[in-house]
């Protein structure tokens, strides 16, 4: 994936909305704007408006349909997705786990001191 790419999804994934559009997606197989906005608390516009951001990071693809459109998660781009969600979650790990551990040895170098007299 490249940069551009890199920026859209994190974008694309960024809000609440387009996650549970994506969760919805997942579990219905497909939908349009029409019967997302149903189970969302937003207007068909800003369902169409959510799934043109999706649709350009490659995380769903519409077909028309008469006057709608029908969209689907893009398996490969999603699972794609996933995976780079993943590694970035673990490279965040591993920095936490670094940070805990200077923290921890700055701890006990503190309680190793003698206690300092306060008069």
């Given at each position: 994936?490249?940069?551009?790419?890199d920026?859209?999804?994190?974008?694309?994934?960024?809000?609440?909305i387009?996650r549970?559009?994506?969760?919805l997606?997942?579990?219905?197989?497909?939908?349009?704007?029409?019967?997302?906005?149903?189970q969302?608390?937003?207007t068909?516009?800003?369902?169409?408006?959510?799934?043109?951001?999706?649709?350009?990071?490659?995380?769903?693809?519409?077909?028309?349909?008469?006057?709608?459109?029908?969209?689907a998660v893009?398996?490969?781009?999603?699972?794609?997705?996933?995976?780079?969600?993943a590694?970035?979650?673990?490279?965040?790990d591993a920095r936490?786990?670094?940070?805990?551990?200077?923290?921890?040895?700055?701890?006990?170098?503190?309680?190793?001191?003698?206690?300092?007299?306060?008069?």
């Amino acid at each position: 994936m490249s940069t551009v790419i890199d920026d859209e999804l994190w974008s694309a994934v960024g809000d609440p909305i387009r996650r549970r559009m994506l969760d919805l997606l997942l579990a219905d197989g497909r939908g349009t704007a029409t019967t997302l906005s149903e189970q969302l608390p937003v207007t068909r516009q800003a369902v169409a408006k959510h799934l043109g951001v999706l649709d350009r990071a490659g995380l769903v693809h519409g077909t028309a349909s008469g006057r709608e459109r029908i969209y689907a998660v893009d398996e490969a781009q999603f699972a794609r997705a996933v995976a780079q969600l993943a590694s970035v979650g673990a490279a965040w790990d591993a920095r936490l786990r670094r940070i805990r551990t200077i923290a921890e040895a700055i701890q006990r170098t503190r309680d190793a001191r003698p206690p300092t007299d306060p008069s």
